[in-house]
């Protein structure tokens, strides 16, 4: 059974980040730690009370496809009126388009709560508001009037489609067409992948669909991004007749059951009616918005789910009896969380999740400070770190947190392998997320070249200057041998980013990109490690069993998840040219 950890998201964002981070942010203006709890504690309700109870049991039904439609597991039409009915999918959305306009920190913080709660579920909102965020910056002012305040509020949900048979994550190699028909256009082509892309949940789902008008440009130059409603949408915003789009199937999955992932054919009569969003030709631009936004709620699905299978591992821990821990001849028997060895595996569980749930909030706080802080020259910076950020909170976060999942299975034994146990539901759930929106290697290349390649390491550099200042600042502190290992690991990220800013092989770089993303999420949860326990030590004398607790982890991460930072850097020093020397024919 799923708890929210209140406690542990008011230090992180209280704490850890500051409840006056945003206070500068006009449009912010109101946000506080009583509002964050306030609003997190009705989050925490809907996720133990609603959507915890179907994470199982959604799992076992699955999603059901017939000629006629997709079919939700039983209680999730039900959980997403209730979640329309509590205005959850207003949260993030501007206040013009029917939302609440709350700053992203915030809403990373709620998404952390339904993501452990029950991640298929979560999925459809997450791709609705993706869908969201594109139409409000590159959206016309018929299609924001026709289509956001529906989807604003939840009574229609949105999808991206990108994928097809022959291009994977190769864009270029996109095939579906785009006829110009009057002032739209006439959509054929087939697409893959697609979470939510039917369902049962909403009288209509609006596509976001890439394709390529006739007559454009070969490659990534000649795509365009169009909406296909699944109904067409009448000029009074009534429903109207069936577009020529639909579901072929859906694929049977290792995971994340109850979400649906469709196969979905565009056109096979006279063609779906879309209409072109922005510019012709831009397509894949205006997409990455979409694909921005997601990557950040992806990679926090990365530790949202290592927080479910940390609170499973412990509670098993703490209640299975077996062996004796070491100690004096006449021990008795105790649970296994005394053994040394699962006790390791525990705290490693806890400390590297709380890494990552401080540096994605420290991200999102970024986008608001870059979206909404009073000066332009903090924009600009913010907006450079947040995008740097972004690559590294997806792809860390999500590899960690399959690791720790994988973990949990460990920590459980042989029952961990066992269904009914539900630690191997959550191993098989966080498999895909190392994939969506991105694979681990495509947040790499774009770490190494559209952020540290691009800019000549300047936002690297200016984050780890601010994180040298900042330790400097306050050693030395309680916190002090954990802010000298943070201090070591920090000298090897920059050892790192000179090696392959130095480069001048694109191929070693990019055949070490992936270590590199390891080694900077690594060092940066371990900064946030070593704020967080400075200041657990400051608040009240960190006398308190919590206060002493992050302490306490964040010293086991110093001492056991630091010192790979070092073994990274060697990867990425000299480990390309044990890759490049082979040919791929004799793999």
Not at 38 to 53: M, N, T
Not at 308 to 332: F, I
Request: charged fraction near 20%.
């Amino acid at each position: 059974m799923y708890r929210a950890p209140l406690n542990e998201l008011d230090f992180a964002l209280n704490t850890v980040i500051g409840s006056d981070v945003l206070r500068d942010c006009g449009a912010y203006a109101d946000y506080s730690a009583d509002l964050a709890r306030s609003v997190l504690e009705e989050a925490a309700r809907f996720a133990e009370g609603v959507l915890d109870p179907l994470y199982a049991s959604g799992d076992r039904e699955g999603a059901h496809w017939t000629e006629n439609g997709v079919t939700t597991p039983a209680g999730f039409k039900a959980a997403y009126e209730a979640f329309v009915a509590g205005g959850w999918p207003q949260l993030r959305a501007a206040t013009e388009h029917g939302g609440q306009g709350l700053p992203v920190l915030l809403v990373t913080a709620v998404e952390e709560l339904f993501a452990s709660a029950n991640v298929a579920f979560r999925l459809c909102p997450m791709l609705t508001q993706g869908a969201i965020e594109a139409l409000q910056h590159c959206g016309s002012p018929d299609l924001k009037q026709r289509y956001l305040p529906k989807l604003v509020k939840g009574e229609w949900t949105g999808t991206m489609n990108l994928t097809e048979p022959q291009a994977g994550s190769d864009l270029s190699q996109v095939r579906t067409r785009a006829v110009p028909d009057g002032g739209n256009y006439r959509i054929h082509g087939q697409k893959i992948y697609i979470t939510y892309g039917e369902h049962d949940l909403t009288p209509n789902i609006v596509h976001l669909v890439l394709a390529r008008i006739d007559g454009a440009p070969a490659g990534v130059k000649g795509i365009s991004l169009f909406v296909v409603p699944k109904f067409l949408v009448n000029d009074d915003g009534s429903l109207g007749a069936r577009n020529d789009v639909r579901c072929a199937s859906i694929e049977h999955k290792l995971g994340i059951n109850a979400s649906p992932t469709c196969v979905m054919m565009y056109g096979e009569k006279d063609g779906a009616i879309g209409q072109l969003v922005g510019d012709a030709n831009r397509g894949l631009e205006y997409m990455f918005i979409m694909m921005n936004a997601a990557r950040l709620s992806v990679g926090l699905e990365g530790y949202a789910g290592a927080e479910r299978a940390y609170q499973r591992a412990r509670a098993w821990a703490l209640e299975r009896v077996q062996g004796r821990a070491a100690g004096p001849a006449d021990r008795q028997p105790l649970p296994i969380a005394y053994h040394p060895d699962v006790r390791r595996m525990l705290l490693l569980m806890k400390s590297a999740l709380e890494a990552m749930r401080y540096l994605a909030l420290y991200a999102a706080a970024q986008l608001d400070l870059g979206a909404q802080h009073a000066s332009a020259e903090t924009r600009a910076q913010a907006r450079a770190r947040g995008e740097l950020l972004i690559p590294i909170v997806k792809g860390f976060c999500t590899e960690t947190g399959l690791e720790l999942c994988s973990v949990g299975v460990q920590i459980h034994g042989g029952m961990g392998f066992i269904e009914a146990t539900g630690a191997a539901q959550s191993l098989r759930d966080a498999r895909i997320s190392t994939i969506y929106e991105g694979t681990t290697g495509i947040q790499a290349l774009d770490l190494l070249g559209r952020k540290l390649q691009k800019d000549g390491g300047k936002a690297l550099g200016a984050l780890i200057a601010d994180i040298r200042a900042e330790l400097s600042a306050t050693a030395p502190a309680p916190s002090g041998d954990i802010g000298a290992a943070v201090g070591q690991a920090l000298e090897r990220l920059e050892a790192a980013a000179r090696h392959l800013l130095a480069s001048t092989e694109p191929a070693a770089g990019q055949a070490v990109a992936v270590p590199f993303l390891r080694l900077a999420g690594t060092v940066l949860g371990g900064w946030l490690m070593a704020r967080a326990a400075r200041r657990a030590a400051e608040a009240n004398g960190g006398a308190t069993a919590f206060l002493a607790a992050k302490q306490q982890t964040a010293a086991f991460y110093a001492a056991h998840v630091l010192p790979a930072t070092a073994g990274l850097l060697e990867e990425i020093v000299s480990g390309a040219d044990a890759i490049l020397a082979v040919d791929p024919d004799v793999l």
